[in-house]
């Protein structure tokens, strides 16, 4: 981490209860919370954000997005995490593994890849969407409200890898040990886990 943070140990009020939530979602503190260490009050207004979007949408097209954005963001962190969700929450290891080897995910069907191509494509420069790219993923059978909300994730994401990335903040070792060294290796798209 690049700014100095607050340890869990010294957090007290809304910083405390914010490493707490996280406590209990990971099971442990994990790195990027300390970037919110001293604006616990926008660390809140995140995740309600981020919760608000994903329970809006159905939880394995909020995934394949959240990678889509992260990926093209060069975001290990969310990279690496949100495949953790994808293969473990959803249950959709198959997505994972084929992102591995074909990180556009060309590979997937044609409703993944579409979803996928227009994720990242508003991820890397949303001002060169155009109709037509709107028009693909209709064509894909995503509704409006879909597309709105593939949208919303993604701008959500841009907050979240600019404020991690931006303070330092590495991957988690535990989070890693979650997969094999070459299903990892194609994870790391940007800074390298555990701050090596």
């Not at 227009?118 to 879909?146: C, N, Q």
């Amino acid at each position: 981490m690049f700014i100095n943070t607050t340890p869990e140990s010294a957090a007290e009020g809304a910083l405390a209860e914010w490493y707490q939530s996280q406590r209990s979602s990971w099971g442990f503190v994990p790195d990027y919370a300390g970037c919110f260490s001293t604006r616990p009050d926008v660390a809140a207004a995140w995740a309600n954000l981020n919760l608000t979007i994903r329970g809006g949408m159905d939880r394995r097209l909020f995934e394949l997005v959240t990678i889509a954005a992260a990926r093209a963001r060069r975001s290990t962190y969310c990279t690496v995490a949100h495949s953790l969700f994808l293969r473990d929450v959803c249950g959709d290891g198959g997505t994972v593994e084929a992102l591995g080897l074909a990180p556009d995910g060309q590979t997937l069907s044609d409703r993944d890849a579409a979803v996928f191509a227009f994720a990242a494509k508003v991820a890397r420069d949303a001002s060169t969407i155009e109709a037509d790219d709107v028009d693909a993923v209709r064509g894909v059978g995503l509704t409006d409200a879909e597309i709105a909300d593939v949208v919303l994730a993604v701008g959500a994401r841009m907050f979240f890898t600019t404020v991690l990335d931006g303070l330092g903040a590495h991957l988690d070792p535990q989070t890693a040990a979650k997969f094999g060294p070459e299903a990892l290796e194609a994870m790391v798209v940007g800074r390298p886990i555990g701050g090596g």
